[in-house]
């Protein structure tokens, strides 16, 4: 009996897993369920956790991941506004805004990204088309355009890929850029005469620099001469009054030696030091001892 009974018991606990199998599915975190019934869509469940649907075949869940994906686009060559071809790749970040539509228009992340790929290439042509080379390549970085063209590409398809897959497209960025053969020499070409356009603004503002140096120095200059010849004047114009004064005093004090230096001095003006001069004793300035002896 007991065992008939735990038979029954084990028959019922495995009936009811069964049917709560079929009727009940599991969204996790990150995760939205469209429910269909017979094909067609009846609700979008958006909260994580056990809910419950009719069974197979008259309900389906279809599970899609709502978390945002990055992918990286082909190599794809594109032409610059000056004509000149250009290879970039791209990556996208995106996700589900819009469960149902995205099951209706794509229904898996491959083909997702299949025509997000190529959506971003026909409008990577097309903003590439007003953009030139340098503002992709360029050592100028007044020239760099990489933020706004990567802004442009995402409005160009960002309405779209919402309103036909159900797609919202956060973020398109270039992540390479390579160039053609033929056209790494014209890249080259213009790095350098960029460099020398440089290069002859740096000379031409450091001679102006230079030039307006020199002329603030020769401005100093001038002006500390001009202050030391003052100075010198002052001095020796000091110097000459007080060589004056003594020399009045000198005289007052004693006229006939004052008259003998005086002499001495316009003598030795007038001799240079490789000068032998002889002169007698009744020649000034030695005229002026004999006298000064006699009077003595």
């Given amino acids: 009996m007991r065992t008939t009974i735990f038979r029954w018991g084990l028959a019922i606990i495995i009936v009811g897993l069964i049917i709560l199998k079929a009727i009940s599915f599991i969204v996790r975190e990150g995760e939205t369920s469209v429910v269909t019934r017979f094909g067609k869509p009846v609700r979008v469940i ?18 899609v991941d709502s978390r945002g994906r990055t992918f990286t686009t ?8 000056d004509k000149k071809n250009v290879i970039l790749v791209n990556f996208a970040v995106w996700s589900v805004h819009d469960p149902l539509r995205f099951i209706q228009a794509v229904g898996t992340r491959e083909d997702a990204e299949s025509k997000l790929d190529g959506m971003i290439s026909n409008a990577k042509n097309a ?5 030139d080379l340098s503002a992709l390549i360029s050592t100028d970085e007044e020239d760099l355009k990489v933020e706004e063209i990567e802004e442009s590409i995402l409005r160009e398809i960002q309405d779209q890929a919402l309103n036909k ?17 033929e056209n790494v020499r014209y890249v080259f070409d213009q790095m350098r005469a960029e460099r020398a356009q440089y290069a002859a603004r740096a000379i031409a503002e450091g001679r102006r620099l230079s030039a307006a140096i020199r002329a603030q120095t020769e401005v ?38 004052f008259r003998f230096l005086r002499s001495l001095e316009a003598l030795k003006r007038m001799v240079g030091s490789k000068t032998t001069l002889i002169l007698s004793t009744e020649s000034d300035p030695f005229r002026l001892l004999e006298e000064e002896q006699g009077t003595g």
């Fill in 46 to 63: 958006t909260e994580a956790g056990l809910h419950l649907r009719l069974p197979w075949p008259i309900e389906s869940s279809n599970i």
């Fill in 165 to 181: 897959f159900g797609v919202d497209l956060r973020y398109i960025g270039i992540k390479r850029v390579a160039l053609p053969e």
């Fill in 220 to 257: 100093e200059k001038a002006a500390i001469i001009s202050n030391a010849e003052r100075e010198a004047a002052l001095i020796r114009g000091d110097a000459d009054a007080q060589a004056a004064k003594l020399y009045a005093d000198a005289e007052r004090t004693n006229p006939s030696f």
């Fill in 127 to 131: 903003v590439m088309g007003r953009y």
């Fill in 74 to 81: 082909r190599f794809a060559e594109t032409l610059t506004r």
